[in-house]
């Protein structure tokens, strides 16, 4: 049985920085993704790693967020900087192309 775990969300301050932690098992990711979905909008795409390390950003974090991966541990991580307001959202992680099964993401929080 597929399971994501997302932790590591809170409350910070802008320009603040946190580091969340994806933990899977029962699957092993192709690529794997970050997401986030804020209140009131679509889920979106903010970052994906293949397992030889390549990554892309979506424009909004490039620069700012940086997504890694740990093969050996099935885990995955999003280190964010110079948090903005615009990053509230709850932050989930899963495949790309995701997988129909989501964790129950963690929330992200940034007062201006």
């Known amino acids: 049985q597929v399971q994501l775990v997302e932790s590591g969300g809170g409350l910070v301050q802008a320009g603040g920085s946190l580091r969340l932690s994806c933990a899977s098992s029962?699957?092993?990711?192709?690529?794997m993704a970050w997401y986030r979905q804020a209140p009131g909008k679509q889920r979106e795409l903010v970052a994906r790693i293949s397992r030889s390390g390549n990554t892309n950003y979506a424009g909004s974090v490039e620069g700012r967020f940086a997504i890694s991966r740990d093969n050996a541990k099935n885990t995955g991580f999003l280190q964010m900087n110079n948090l903005k307001p615009e990053d509230t959202a709850v932050y989930y992680c899963?495949?790309?192309?995701?997988?129909?099964?989501w964790g129950q993401g963690t929330q992200v929080t940034v007062s201006s």
């Open positions: 029962g699957i092993i990711f192709g690529t």
């Open positions: 899963n495949g790309d192309p995701p997988l129909p099964r």
